[in-house]
C-alpha cells in the first residue's frame, strides 16, 4: 500500500527551499492574492518548483483548501439546507475554494505550468481531484484545454506527459536535431524552425515552460517516449493476451476486447450486413475479427509494421490471401500495406467510401489522430457514417483523460463532426497495478481510469 500523502505545510515547503520560492509557495498556500501578485510581476515565479517536493504554487493554493466535506444528505434530507447551497453543498465545496479560485486564475494569468508533476507525481489538477475540489479541477482542466488548442494551433504540439519525461525529450530533441543537421532528412527550412520556435516562444505565457529550469526531478524521468519512427521499425513480440514491442511497451492487449465489441456496437449499431468498413491498424486483429463477423461488403485494412504483416500473412490468419480471395467484389476486402498517412490519401483518390471507420494506431502523438480527423475522416466517411477511436488519450491521469476529451471534441467540431461520449466501466481487478495482473511482463501501464469514454463521431445537421 503506498503511504497516504501528507498535504500539510511543512511537508510541501521543504527547509532546502530558496527563499524566493518559499516566499511565493507561502503566498499561494495563504491565497493573500495582492501579496502574490506583487511576486508575479516576474512572470517565473508562477511555475516556481519546490526543489525536493515539487510544490509550485498551484499545487500549494489547491492543497491549502484540504479535503472538501462530503455533502451531508442526513441534513439534506432533514431540511437543513438552505435553499440554493444546494450545488455548493453537493460540490462540497466551502469558501476556501472562492480565494483559492483567485489565487489559481491569478497563476494561471501569470503563466503558470497546469501539469507539472509534484514528487508525489501529481498535478495540481490531481490534487484537486483527490481533495474534491470539482471547482479548481475545472480549472486546470481549463487551462490545460486552453494550453493544448494553443500547441495545436502553432502545430507544436505537446504530449500531455505532465511534465515527467521532458529532460528526456529535451536530450532526444538535441540529438535528433544534430542527427537530422548531418543527413539533412529534415525537409522543413531552417528559417521555417526557427519561426516557429519564435513563434511558441511568444505565445500565451500558460503555454510557456519555466524560463528558470528548476532542480526538481519528476518522478518516472526515465520513462522513455515512444516515437513511430523507432516503433515501425522494433520486433514484435505476440503472445496470447497481447502485442508488445522491443521495450516491452504494450501495443495491444486482449483486456481491451470489451472495448473493441462496444466500439464495434456503436459503429454499426444492429450491426446488419453489406457494411464498408475501414479500420487503421491491425494490432491483435481483435476488432477486425469482429467487423470481419458482420459480413461487410467492403472491409480494408491499414497496417503499416512489417511484423504486424507477416503475423496477417502467417498460416492460419484469418486475413490472408484466403480472406481477400473471399471478398464480394475483388479488392473490397484488402489489407493495405504502409502507413495510414500514406494509404488513406490513395484511398481517397480512389473515391472510396465508408460507413464505419476505426483508428487505433500506436505510437503517434496527438497530433496524426487529429489530422485523421481533419483532413481524412470527411473525405472517407459517407453521408450517415460513423466514425470512432481508441480512447487512450491522457488515460494514465484522469486531468488529462478530461483535457483530452474537450480538445479533440473542438478538433471534431472543426471537422464538422459532433461527439458523443458513450462511457463505460473499466473492470481494473487485473489492472490497477504496476507490472501485475495483466501488466505483468508490460513495460508502463497506460490505462489507469474505471471508465472508458467511447466516441461516436457522425456529420453535424
Ligand atoms: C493498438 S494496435 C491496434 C489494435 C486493434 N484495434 C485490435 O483490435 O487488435 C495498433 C496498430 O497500429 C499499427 N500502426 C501504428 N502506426 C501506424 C501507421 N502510421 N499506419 C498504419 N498502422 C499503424 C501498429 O503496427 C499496430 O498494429
Known amino acids: ?33 495582492s501579496g502574490l501578485k506583487k511576486l508575479l510581476v516576474d512572470r517565473s515565479k508562477a511555475s516556481a518548483q519546490d526543489p525536493k517536493t515539487g510544490e509550485t504554487p498551484l499545487h500549494a493554493a489547491i492543497r491549502a483548501c484540504g479535503p472538501a466535506e462530503k455533502p451531508d444528505k442526513n441534513a439534506a434530507a432533514a431540511g437543513e439546507a438552505e435553499e440554493g447551497k444546494e450545488e455548493e453543498e453537493d460540490e462540497g465545496e466551502d469558501g476556501c475554494v472562492e480565494e483559492a479560485r483567485e489565487v489559481v486564475q491569478a497563476l ?25 475540489r470539482k471547482t479548481l479541477y475545472n ?14 494551433l502553432m502545430d507544436g504540439y505537446e504530449e500531455l506527459s505532465s511534465g515527467e519525461d521532458e529532460e528526456e525529450e529535451e536530450e532526444e530533441e538535441e540529438e535528433e536535431k544534430k542527427e537530422e543537421d548531418q543527413v539533412m532528412k529534415d525537409d522543413k527550412q531552417p528559417a521555417e524552425e526557427e ?16 524560463p528558470e529550469p528548476s532542480a526538481f526531478v519528476p ?8 516515437t513511430s519512427k523507432e516503433y515501425l521499425e522494433s520486433d514484435l513480440t505476440y503472445d496470447a493476451n497481447k502485442l508488445l514491442d522491443a521495450d516491452l511497451n504494450g501495443v495491444m492487449m486482449s483486456w481491451e476486447t470489451d472495448i473493441m465489441r462496444r466500439s464495434v456496437a456503436a459503429l454499426l449499431p444492429d450491426g446488419p450486413p453489406g457494411k464498408r468498413v475501414l479500420n487503421v491498424g491491425f494490432g491483435m486483429g481483435i476488432i477486425d475479427g469482429m467487423f470481419a463477423a458482420l459480413k461487410p461488403s467492403r472491409h480494408h485494412i491499414i497496417e503499416a509494421h512489417p511484423d504486424v504483416l507477416a503475423h496477417i500473412a502467417s498460416p492460419g490468419s484469418a486475413f490472408g490471401a484466403a480472406w481477400e480471395d473471399s471478398a464480394p467484389e475483388k479488392g473490397e476486402y484488402r489489407v493495405c500495406k504502409g502507413r495510414w498517412q500514406d494509404v488513406v490519401p490513395l484511398l481517397a483518390e480512389q473515391g472510396y467510401l465508408y460507413d464505419a471507420i476505426y483508428f487505433d494506431t500506436f505510437g503517434e502523438d496527438y497530433s496524426q489522430l487529429r489530422t485523421f480527423i481533419m483532413e481524412w475522416v470527411p473525405a472517407l466517411l459517407d453521408q450517415g457514417g460513423r466514425f470512432s477511436f481508441f480512447n487512450g488519450l491522457g488515460a494514465d491521469r484522469r486531468v ?23 462511457e463505460s466501466d473499466v473492470d481494473m481487478a487485473e489492472l490497477d497495478k504496476d507490472g501485475q495482473g495483466e501488466w505483468e511482463g508490460v513495460r508502463r501501464r497506460y490505462w489507469t481510469l474505471d471508465k472508458y469514454r467511447l466516441p461516436i463521431c457522425t456529420f453535424m445537421g
Not at 501569470?110 to 474534491?132: F, K, M, Q
Not at 480549472?139 to 495545436?152: H, K, P, W
Request: proline residues 5%.
Open 1 to 33: 500500500m503506498p503511504s497516504p500523502i501528507d498535504d500539510s505545510l511543512a511537508a510541501r515547503i521543504s527547509p532546502d527551499c530558496p527563499q524566493d520560492t518559499r516566499d511565493v509557495l507561502h503566498h499561494a498556500w495563504a491565497h493573500d492574492l
Open 108 to 132: 494561471f494569468f501569470s503563466g503558470a505550468i497546469w501539469n507539472d508533476v509534484d514528487a508525489n507525481n501529481e498535478t495540481p489538477g490531481c490534487v484537486a481531484y483527490r481533495l474534491g
Open 139 to 152: 480549472m486546470c482542466v481549463d487551462a490545460g484545454v486552453r494550453a493544448e488548442i494553443l500547441f495545436a
Open 195 to 210: 519561426k516557429e520556435q519564435k513563434e511558441k516562444e511568444e505565445t500565451n505565457a500558460e503555454t510557456a515552460k519555466d
Open 219 to 226: 518522478p518516472d524521468v526515465d520513462e522513455k517516449q515512444v
Open 400 to 422: 488529462c483523460y478530461d483535457v483530452y476529451t474537450r480538445v479533440v471534441e473542438m478538433h471534431c467540431a472543426d471537422a464538422g463532426l459532433d461527439v458523443e461520449w458513450e
